[in-house]
């Protein structure tokens, strides 16, 4: 809060105060559940976590947004799940983040895994709703599944979290850019920033164009910056190819 906009002290000693006997108030404070609860601050002890940052172009999601709006109205699929869709694709190429590392800090891979979807609630409390078995669904079923899934918690439904990799925005309030933490057994923790115009190279020269940040927050354990960096290339590389995916091919061309 600005100067401006606070009392000074010296101002209070100027106030006329009524005169007889004055009851203090109480100065008992009201308890204040943590933001974050203690069973994540436990399993966040051990992790060692990096970040790193990419732009990746919107043009392609836009366009797929507009025509499916188009074809299907208010049931279109949001960008929201076609994020989440290049995200559990770039997930099918790269092992490590397939994994999960458990309590007793052993490692395990899958070839089929959940999605991670975090869900703002009210009184600043946030959840994670689980697409479970992601990596086995079509395309419909998948939107169906995303829609169902983060509806259901918001709700106040608590899934079983055993989510690879967590997607998080708060592109609603404008924000391009964070650093979120990622919490065990999850190996990564993706934050999509809001569409916004930033330069970028084109050839010799620059021009400007509507991009979204992605920023991975990776445990370290797990995976090295070189592995991480390729996986945030790949889920940028399907962002900007994305086609909503006919009925007989259900993913994005190789």
């Known amino acids: 809060v600005s100067d401006a906009g606070t009392v000074p002290a010296s101002a209070d000693r100027g106030l006329s105060l009524p005169q007889g006997k004055i009851t203090p108030r109480s100065t008992s404070p009201a308890t204040i559940e943590p933001a974050l609860s203690p069973t994540i601050t436990r399993k966040l002890v051990h992790v060692i976590p990096a970040n790193l940052q990419i732009d990746a172009r919107w043009d392609a999601i836009r366009k ?6 188009r074809k299907n109205g208010k049931h279109a699929p949001s960008p929201s799940v076609m994020i989440a869709w290049a995200v559990m694709r770039a997930m099918e190429k790269h092992p490590p983040f397939r994994r999960l590392i458990l309590e007793d800090e052993r490692i395990v891979e899958n070839e089929n895994f959940d999605l991670g979807i975090a869900v703002a609630l009210e009184g600043d409390r946030l959840a994670t709703a ?5 990596s086995k669904k079509t395309w419909p079923d998948f939107v169906k599944a995303y829609n169902e899934t983060v509806d259901a918690t918001r709700r106040g439904r608590v899934d079983a979290m055993n989510a690879r990799v967590v997607i998080t925005s708060l592109g609603a309030f404008g924000v391009k850019a964070g650093a979120p933490i ?5 190996v990564g923790t993706l934050f ?3 569409a916004h115009r930033e330069l970028i190279p084109n050839g010799k020269k620059s021009e400007s164009a509507e991009v979204i940040t992605l920023s991975l927050t990776f ?3 797990v995976v090295n910056g070189a592995g991480a960096a390729s996986f945030a290339n790949e889920i940028k590389n399907q962002i900007e190819r994305f086609k909503v995916p006919a009925p007989e091919k259900q993913s994005v061309s190789a």
Request: glycine share 4%; charged share 25%; no cysteine.
């Open 182 to 186: 990622v919490v065990p057994p999850s």
């Open 219 to 221: 445990d370290h354990r």
């Open 192 to 194: 999509i920033g809001t």
């Open 64 to 69: 797929e947004r507009y025509a499916a709006k």
């Open 130 to 134: 689980v697409i479970v078995d992601a």
